[in-house]
Every structure is written in C-alpha cells, then in structure tokens.
C-alpha cells in the first residue's frame, strides 16, 4: 500500500516552454502532498507543501509563480514549471503523507527536468 | 541553521563491516523517520520511531531514539552491496518535517 506515481520520469524541454508534472497517490487519498528539489549528490529541498482544495505552501525563496502548484483532488497534485530554464533542471520528487501518520511520506519516484 | 546534522555524510566500506549513521539535533522531535534513496529514484520510508529510547529493527538494520528524542542511529550489521544508497533522517516538528543531508553509504563487494 501507500504508492505515489509520478509522470513523467524524464522530461527534456526546451529553456522558456512550460512542463507539469503529475503526482498521484495510487492506493490511498492523501491528506498532504510535498514538492521536494534535488540537486546531484544532495539532499532534499522542500520546495512547498499542498492540501486538497487550498493554495499550496511554498518555502522562502521558491517563487509560486513560477513552480506553480495545483491540488485537484485528494489523489492528484501537479507542478508546473512555468518559463523553464537551464538552471531549473533538476530532479524533482513528489510526496504524500496519508491520514494514518502526518509525518511518514511516501514518495514518487521522481522526474529528472532537463532544460536546453 | 541545519536543525538536523547527520554523520557521517560519507562512508565507504567492506562487505561484512558494520556501522553506524547518526542524526543529530538540539531540538525535540515528535517522530522521526528514516528514508533510504537509491539513484534516480524516490526515497523509501524504513522506520519511523516515536517514543524516546526506541529500538527497532528492520532485518540487519537497527534504529533507535534517544531517550530526549532529540537524536537517532540507524546501525546496519554485516553490511551488504544492497545496502549501498542514500540515508536521510527526517524529524517532526510543529507540524513541519526536517530533513537532514542524508549520508551517502557504499558497501564495497
């Protein structure tokens, strides 16, 4: 139980188009979803945090116009990379926690966003 | 201010070694959890610990709270190549969840 998809695995845009990328919780509704960032060898970075229903959260620093984040349903959460560039390229990993345990997570698998 | 400090962030070793991660904080946590990552993929959640001095194990994989839950090990005995990945630890606190920087393990065939 408690699997979290996310699509696409890989995406290569090209630097100013837009790509979004879907997060979804397979086996259960999630109460919260997580957008994370990391960088190569690194650890994670929060980048905001998502309710079903409600503006997401974002972390100092994380422009919501840009990544912007949407919560349709208690299964779905997509991140649009707005305005893509080069330095946006990264490996980003969705999260979701469920109603059992607030803070046990449950990850996707990741997509790797490379920006040309 | 990293609140969660973890050690070593490195650690490369022999098959059949054992060892041991910590994680570290001057702050309280109500939980905490411990993930591990492998290249290109999502972390896995291995445990999450609650109550302060808390031991438990996954296999050869044990893991325990400090008595002020403030702090954890992961210690892994007789270490094997599948062990090799990304560790993080993770505390909750005031309805926020804190990673640390993750120690990077690589066991040697």
């Known amino acids: 139980g408690a699997v979290v998809s996310q699509h696409p695995s890989w995406v290569i845009c090209k630097s100013g188009t837009s790509v979004k990328i879907e997060c979804r919780s397979l086996?259960?509704?999630?109460?919260?979803m997580f957008w994370y960032r990391q960088f190569p060898k690194q650890s994670l970075m929060l980048m905001a945090t998502s309710n079903e229903g409600s503006k997401a959260t974002y972390e100092q620093g994380v422009e919501k116009d840009k990544f912007l984040i949407n919560h349709a349903s208690l299964t779905l959460s997509t991140l649009t990379v707005t305005s893509a560039h080069p330095e946006d390229s990264s490996f980003y990993i969705c999260?979701?926690?469920?109603?059992?345990?607030?803070?046990?997570?449950?990850f996707g698998p990741g997509t790797r966003l490379t920006v040309t | 201010t990293q609140l969660l400090e973890q050690s070593p962030q490195f650690l490369s070793i022999q098959e059949g070694e054992n060892l041991t991660v910590y994680c570290n904080s001057s702050?309280?946590?109500?939980?905490l959890q411990w993930y591990r990552q492998e290249p290109g993929e999502g972390p896995v959640l291995l445990v999450t610990v609650v109550t302060g001095g808390e031991v438990k194990k996954l296999k050869r994989l044990t893991f325990q709270f400090g008595d002020a839950r403030k702090d954890s090990s992961l210690h892994i005995t007789a270490a094997q190549p599948g062990d090799t990945g990304l560790y993080l630890c993770a505390g909750a606190r005031d309805d926020k969840i804190i990673f640390g920087k993750g120690t990077r393990l690589h066991i040697l065939p």
């Open positions: 999260s979701a926690t469920t109603s059992g345990d607030p803070y046990e997570q449950y």
């Open positions: 086996d259960f509704q999630a109460t919260t």
């Open positions: 702050s309280v946590f109500s939980s």
